[in-house]
């Protein structure tokens, strides 16, 4: 499974978090994921899983 830094870094470059890398899932990291979820038509659960990561990996080097 990806790390919080992983998480945080692909959720920034998709667009829908705008904290700081800190690899803690946070409040804000949480909500993140929920709306990376509904966008992508997936369960808002908050809680990043296989599917969830399966299409969150995409975003983990755009701007790098």
Not at 32 to 53: C, H, P, R, Y
Request: charged letters at 30%; glycine letters at 14%.
């Amino acid at each position: 499974m990806p790390t919080g830094e992983e998480i945080q870094t692909a959720l920034k470059n998709a667009g829908f978090y705008k904290g700081k890398i800190d690899g803690k899932i946070g409040e804000g990291t949480k909500q993140a994921i929920k709306e990376f979820q509904k966008a992508n038509g997936l369960v808002a659960d908050g809680i990043v899983g296989s599917k969830t990561w399966e299409r969150l990996r995409n975003y983990i080097s755009i701007n790098e």
